[in-house]
């Protein structure tokens, strides 16, 4: 369904859910697609399990060696530091800007909506996250709603925005079927 595809994970260098970048991950290259870890320093991230640490993964590339461009599709994991991180970094706002920008399916789980927040690409969008980001998508233009998976095409791209790890099976099918289209 995605051979020859290469899809972006982003995420900080520490802080991301563990189970929310691994699982994407894995559904990626089951379906034949190539998933690249880009960060905003090199070396290696430190990933999470809620507060406690877990695996580190290597780092593919920084968000200062590659594009939207470069992509076929976009993942932004979960985790509460992770995207609080990524949101001050404006190179790291400005990847992910650029994805909806070149029309490209992006898709976020739990958290990671406040990078979407920040990149002010959420107006107008029906989106669902972790609960307590409720009303700063909405602040944002957002329609949010507290479905396991919404699949947003009201907009320059499709978006896939998810709730929390439990929800990891619909979100998976969903952003392969969206990075597949």
Known sequence: M????????????EGVEEVELTEP????????G????????SGQIQAFNHLDKGDTYAV????????????????????VAN???????????????????AGKPVAAICHAPW???EADVVRG???????????????????WVDREVVVCTAGPNMLVTSRK??????????MIDAFSA
């Open 25 to 32: 991950w894995k559904s990626v290259k089951q379906a034949g």
């Open 125 to 143: 969008r029906m989106v669902t996250s972790w609960p307590s980001l409720r009303t700063d998508l909405r602040n944002a233009g957002a329609e």
């Open 165 to 174: 790890p439990d929800d990891l099976k619909a979100f998976d099918q969903a």
């Open 60 to 79: 593919d590339a920084t968000v200062e060696d590659v594009s939207a461009a470069d992509f076929a599709g976009l993942v932004l994991p979960g985790g």
């Open 83 to 101: 995207p609080d991180f990524l949101r001050m970094d404006d190179k790291a706002v400005r990847f992910v800007r650029d994805f909806f920008d």
């Open 34 to 41: 190539t998933p690249k870890l880009i960060s905003t320093s």
């Open 2 to 13: 995605m051979h020859g595809k290469t899809i972006a994970f982003l995420v900080a260098p």
């Open 115 to 117: 990078t979407l927040v």
